[in-house]
Nanobody
């Protein structure tokens, strides 16, 4: 069983930066890809960014491209999301997810392991 634990959320002013982390544990942790998704109140969970665990290929939602950077440290089984130039519309609960499926990085339904989420609030 894989466990994912997010950290790093909080309150930040618009224009600021924050880095989220996701620590993975489990005897057989070997995903094909990992991603970040977010969900604001009253909305569906949406794709933010994803990375292939071995090759390092990345994909970003248009709304965060150029502002967010996803990375991973395979030796630490940790996923990161560096968020710069934050906007109030980035406010949401951010979830880390892992998938063993070799499909497209941004396909939410292919992710079968999810963290509990961490809240990001961006004030204007």
């Amino acid at each position: 069983q894989v466990q994912l634990v997010e950290s790093g959320g909080g309150l930040v002013q618009a224009g600021g930066s924050l880095r989220l982390s996701c620590a993975a544990s489990g005897r057989t942790f070997s995903p094909y890809k990992m991603g970040w998704f977010r969900q604001a109140p009253g909305t569906t969970r949406e794709f933010v960014a994803a990375i292939s665990w071995i090759g390092g290929s990345t994909d970003y939602a248009d709304s965060v491209k150029g502002r967010f950077t996803i990375s991973r440290d395979n030796s630490k089984n940790t996923l990161y999301l560096q968020m710069n130039s934050l906007k109030p519309e980035d406010t949401a609960v951010y979830y880390c997810a892992a998938s063993s499926s070799p499909g497209r990085l941004r396909m939410r339904h292919e992710y079968d392991n999810w963290g509990q989420g961490t809240q990001l609030t961006v004030s204007s």
